[in-house]
């Protein structure tokens, strides 16, 4: 997992819009943050150190809400707009519906607006809002006590617009006029007893609201955090697994090259030099060697057309892989002038085309390095199907080499992890003066 993704941290209020394209311009002395996309408001864990941004989802869970929080506003609303309307009287009952009247319009238009927008770290609007709620509510309550039961609505929106030690102030001072206004109408024991009791409720109703609350957005903020992390880490592995891919078929491409065209090629230049050295000695000679290059150009052609198709092999078309094998023993008898045999042993039977490429392949390669370097009198290929695997065979009696000295070139290698990607093995045996035994076993 990336160990540079920022996490998000504790959101500063409950309820807070986040901006599609970034945070707005600081109109003050900001902190550093993070990348300039889709992401969330965090504060920081510490004096000093910057506020990271993780990328997040438009809004968060308690914006959704925001609607039904709404409707909550109005229930409570309605509720205690009735019960001023039928228990106050007179002019107590005009101030209190005059007040919770202003009310409406104050919420609609300065408070919610602030809620549902992004935090731009400034508090100003929050506390002008509140300040003026308070007010309204202090009057409306003064006026009618039953305007009392209006703080469980008013409680929710301080947390909703500051963070939780500083919502807690006009929290409290809500409940605590609430309560006054309790114990003023009623100027008794069981009247103080009450307002305390009320009192005391309201705040730890509070306290405790704002804690689960703060919770479910912590959750979520954390969980946007791994999100965004197990996104990036799919990404990595894709860019990842694509990059291996690429290298996976630029690595198929250059040993299909070089087991086909470029040895292709090898052989078409030594044909045309022994062709040019006996062209007027043994015209006849000159001519066969042309007519084997030219044959070997045209299988070539093919084979580059079939590359760039990305098709069946062309070796294997038409015939079987002894067909081809056979064909490949016959052209290197006539081009390097030796005895080059081909035979098969046990019981022919169908192969997959991957093992069937494979061992050409192979029997191209081992060629191909006999024709370069063994200097060799004959060269014999013997293809064997054993019980559960099949066996190529390659062996020349040329000039040979120290397998402890010469560890082979491309051709070598390529053989190796060709025949290694189908499951099997490759054993190369061979000494100074008595030629090279190259031997393939592959599932089959």
Known sequence: MPDDVPMARQPRRLTVGVWPEGPPEPTGPTEPHGPTEPHGPTAPSGPGEPAPWVPLPTITPWLTGLRSWDKFYAAVFAAVVALTAATATGTSRVVALAALAAMLPWYLLVGRPHIAGPDTGSDRRAYLYLAGLVLLFGLAVWKSTGVWFLAFALCPQCFHLLRARAAMVPAVILNLIGAA?????????????????????????????????????????????????????????????????????????????????????????????????????????????????????????????????????????PGTLEDALRRIAARAGHELGLRATFETTGAVRQLAAGTKVVLLRTG????????????????????????????????????????????????????????????????VTSRPGQGTSVLVEVPG
């Open 364 to 427: 191209q390669e081992a060629i191909a390095n006999v024709r370069k370097h063994a200097a060799a009198g004959s060269v014999a290929i013997r293809l064997t199907y054993a019980e559960a695997v099949v066996r190529l065979d390659v062996t020349d009696d040329g000039v040979g080499f120290d397998p402890e000295v010469v560890n082979g070139g491309y051709g070598l290698r390529g053989m190796r992890v060709r025949v290694a990607e189908a499951g099997g093995q490759v054993q």
């Open 181 to 317: 206004s309790v114990a003023y109408s009623e100027p008794n024991h069981y009247g103080y007893a009450q307002a305390a009791a009320l009192a005391v409720f309201g705040i730890v109703f509070s306290w405790v609201y704002s804690g689960f609350v703060l919770g479910v957005i912590e959750q979520w903020i954390a969980q946007a955090g791994l999100n965004f992390q197990l996104d990036q880490t799919r990404a990595e592995l894709a860019e990842v697994s694509r990059e291996a891919g690429v290298l996976a078929e630029r690595q198929r491409l250059a040993g299909e090259i070089h087991d086909t065209l470029a040895q292709g090629f090898s052989s078409i230049l030594m044909l045309i030099q022994a062709a040019d050295a006996q062209l007027e000695a043994a015209p006849s000679t000159a001519r066969t060697q042309l007519e084997l290059a030219a044959q070997t150009a045209r299988e070539n052609l093919a084979e580059a057309r079939m590359l760039v198709g990305g098709l069946a092999q062309a070796q294997l078309e």
